[in-house]
């Protein structure tokens, strides 16, 4: 498969950079290398769509456009779930499951294209002030590789829907699976040059999108190293963004907690897409009296799991998303097991860039690795005593991003869910994450909300218009 640009509704570029199946170092196709000279042409592209067509005027149009892209991609299931598979690696089950995701979203968001209120007041005698919702002009948009489909979508449909354009930049790691997707707007009335995407292998394109006045809003997924790069760059052009960013997600077991039942469904919770996802359980923090418990079964479930080549239905975890980040997780993880208090799995390495789970214990919440985001399949266990204890370990942390409360005692998982500052809490669940409900970080974990109605709204701006149409003749004005 090729992977050129696409830009102004031309492919273009050699496809001379090779996408490897992290499953087995094979190249799966090539894709074009571009920089910032790519990302002025397709800036351009977006910018003459937004200003100079009514695309962000014609909501009926974004709708078509989006639902046909939707039945687009709907044909294609089964070959989108495989390519992504092929090029994150992640196990077809999760691959199938984010494509049927991206699917709905899409279609979520162009319901709401046609559904973008202002509001209209009186703001003096015979003065019309009317709050007109905008599109907030031209986006661009910086796709991750650990979940493709879905965060492209994430970002993209709100941002169609809302009535901006778009450049997106694909993650060097999957830009194949990217550009599949956006071929499908071929199928469509998508105007050219309406939605760009640009590849690259370094950040000279990316750095340009984030630098020019002529993007409008940048909506970046990734890291909160990044993120801060990101912001500090924007600043000349003071530019909307979104950020989404890292996490270091807890899962706060109590007492009354079946732990037997719960420890499989943490241990899935932290292993999804082999730890890379920005949500997956890192911290189990348990009850001091279940802690013997959650030892044994989570080590147990953590070992049970299979890991093997993501397209074998058989595997729950395939590899790491290349063989160089394996080893550098890899090398972070040995770091933390010689420091924690106790190693009850240590995870070792095969094939090309496969990893198992690693689970340690410990007490010292300021450890580095109860702190910082390790992008991989690792576990720590620690314990508590108190409401206040588990509460105070669990915001012990500079992200915000995604927290969940175990417990069969329903006003204990809301008063806990309202103490935790985090985007999103889950009561004895984990991981969901829907096209309805916003979601986003607190604190280092990013700015704004992706998914839902906010999605879109962070994807306008709001313009006052005001009108002093007088009072009718026969009326008198008070003052
Ligand atoms: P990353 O920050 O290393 O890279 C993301 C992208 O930024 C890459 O495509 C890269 O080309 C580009 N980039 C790097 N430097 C740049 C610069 N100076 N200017 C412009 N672009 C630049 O992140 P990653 O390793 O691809 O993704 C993993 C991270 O993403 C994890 O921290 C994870 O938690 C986070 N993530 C967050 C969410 C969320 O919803 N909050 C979702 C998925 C992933």
């Known amino acids: 498969m090729k992977a050129p640009h696409w830009i102004a509704g031309a492919w ?10 992290p499953a087995t170092g094979e190249s799966i196709g090539q894709f074009a290398d571009g920089g910032a000279a790519e990302a002025d042409a397709a800036i351009a592209a977006a910018r003459n769509v937004f200003d ?21 991609l709907d044909a294609q299931r089964e070959p989108l779930a495989t390519l992504l598979t092929r090029e994150n690696g992640k196990a077809i089950a999760q691959s199938r499951g984010e494509i049927a995701a991206a699917i709905s979203e899409v279609r979520y968001y162009a319901g709401l294209a046609r559904h973008i209120a202002g509001h209209v007041l009186e703001s003096e005698p015979g003065t019309i002030s009317t709050m007109l919702r905008e599109a907030a002009g031209v986006a661009a948009i910086f796709v991750p590789w650990n979940a493709p489909a879905v965060l492209l979508v994430r970002s993209l449909a709100p941002a169609l829907a809302a009535g901006c354009t778009a450049i997106v930049k694909s993650a060097a790691q999957t830009p194949l699976v990217i550009a599949a997707m956006l071929r499908c707007f071929e199928q469509t009335a998508l105007p050219k040059g309406a939605v760009n995407l ?55 077991v109590f007492e009354d907690a079946d732990v037997v039942a719960i420890a499989p469904r943490i241990a899935r919770a932290a292993t999804i897409i082999s730890g890379q996802q920005c949500t997956a359980a890192r911290r189990v923090l348990v009850h001091a009296r279940r802690a013997a418990e959650m030892r044994e079964h989570l080590t147990r479930a ?28 890899y090398q972070t993880i040995a770091r933390a097991c010689d420091e924690a208090d106790r190693v009850l799995l240590r995870g070792t390495r095969s094939g090309h860039a496969f990893l198992s789970p690693t689970l340690i214990e410990h007490s010292d919440p300021k450890a580095f690795f109860c702190q910082e985001e390790i992008f991989g399949p690792f576990v720590t266990l620690e314990t508590f005593d108190t409401e206040a204890q588990a509460i105070d370990r669990a915001n012990d942390t500079v992200f915000g991003l995604s927290a969940s409360v175990w417990t069969n005692d329903g006003a204990r998982a809301f008063r806990i869910a309202r103490a935790l500052r985090n985007g999103t809490v889950w009561i004895n669940d984990h991981n969901k994450l829907f096209a309805e409900a916003e979601t986003g970080g607190y604190r280092q974990s990013g700015l704004g909300r992706l998914h839902g109605y906010d999605a879109l709204a962070d994807f306008t701006e709001i313009k006052h218009i005001c009108m002093p149409a007088g009072v009718a003749e026969g009326i008198a004005p008070l003052r």
Request: aromatic share 4%; with cysteine.
């Open 198 to 252: 640009v590849h690259e292998i370094g950040y000279a394109a990316g750095e340009r999108l984030v630098e020019s006045h002529d993007v409008d809003i940048v909506s970046f997924t990734g890291s909160t190293a990044t993120g801060k790069k990101i912001m500090a760059a924007a600043a000349e052009s003071m530019k909307k963004l979104s950020l989404e960013l890292g996490g270091k997600s807890c899962c706060v």
């Open 52 to 72: 100079r067509t009514t695309w962000a005027q014609d909501a009926r149009l974004r709708q078509d456009v989006l639902l046909a892209w939707a039945g687009a």
């Open 302 to 329: 953590l070992e049970a799991l299979r890991v093997g080549e993501g397209i074998n239905e058989a595997m729950d975890i395939g590899p790491l998303i290349d063989a160089a980040t394996r080893d550098a997780v």
């Open 12 to 21: 273009v570029g050699v496809p001379s950079a090779d996408s490897i199946d």
